[in-house]
C-alpha cells in the first residue's frame, strides 16, 4: 500500500520566516508530485507539479523539490507572510489516474 | 476562463437518503476525479471518468457511483447514506487521461449526513 507522510502536521511561525515543509512517499515507481494549498472549508489551489522527470520546480515565493531515490519532496517557502496561512497537501500522482494525498500540514503565519 | 465548478456548495441529508454531486471539469479538460476528504484528512480517490466510462476506483463501496456526460461533466451518487459519509468531495480534472498532468480541483461540495 502507497502511504505519503507530512510532517510537521502543524507549524506556526513569525511573518518574514523561511519554511520547509516535509513529504515522504513509499511509492517507488511515482509519476509524479504535487503540493496543493487547502484554505479552511475550501477546495484545494495547485501550487507546484514536480514531474518525474525533473528535481525541483519554483514559482515567486514557493520551490518544490523531489528527491525520487529517498522518497522525499519538500516545498520550501521564502519569507512568510500572514496571507500563505493555509493547510499544504503533497500527493503522489501513483500512476496516471489517481493522487495519494498526505495529510498535510497545517501553517499558520502570525504578524 | 472558469475553473472546475462544483455543486451544491453545501447539503444536508438523513441516513438512508440517496444524494447526487454535480462537477463540471476546467475548459479543455476530459477527464474528472472524484475524491472524499474527511475533517483533518488528506483526500481519498473515490474513482475517475473518461470517455464516459468509469476507468478506475480506489476502496469504496459500490454505494458510490458515477456518470460522465458528452460534453465531459460528472456526477458522484451516493446511495444509503451513513453517518460516516459526511465529508467534503472533491472534483478533479485533467486535461488528458494517462498524462499524470496537473490536476485542478473544484471548491468542493460538504455533505452532512445526520
Redesign the interface.
Known sequence: KQE?TQIPAALSVPEGENLVLNCSFTDSAI??L?W?RQDP??????LL?I??SQREQTSGRLNASLDKSSGRSTLYIAASQPGDSATY?C?D?H??????????TRLQVFP | DAG?T?SPTHLIKTRGQQVTLRCSPKSGHDTV?W?QQAL??????IF?YYEEEE??R?NFPDRFSGHQYPNYSSELNVNALLLGDSA?Y?C?SSPK????????????S?LTVL
Open positions: 505519503v509519476y509524479n504535487q496543493f472549508g475550501k477546495g484545494l489551489t495547485s507539479l514531474q518525474s497537501l500527493a500522482h500512476n496516471t489516474d489517481k493522487l495519494i494525498f498526505g495529510t498535510g | 472546475v462544483q476525479s475524491y483533518g484528512q488528506g483526500p481519498q480517490f475517475q476507468r478506475q480506489g467534503l472533491l478533479a487521461r494517462g498524462s499524470a498532468g496537473e490536476l485542478f480541483f473544484g471548491e468542493g460538504r
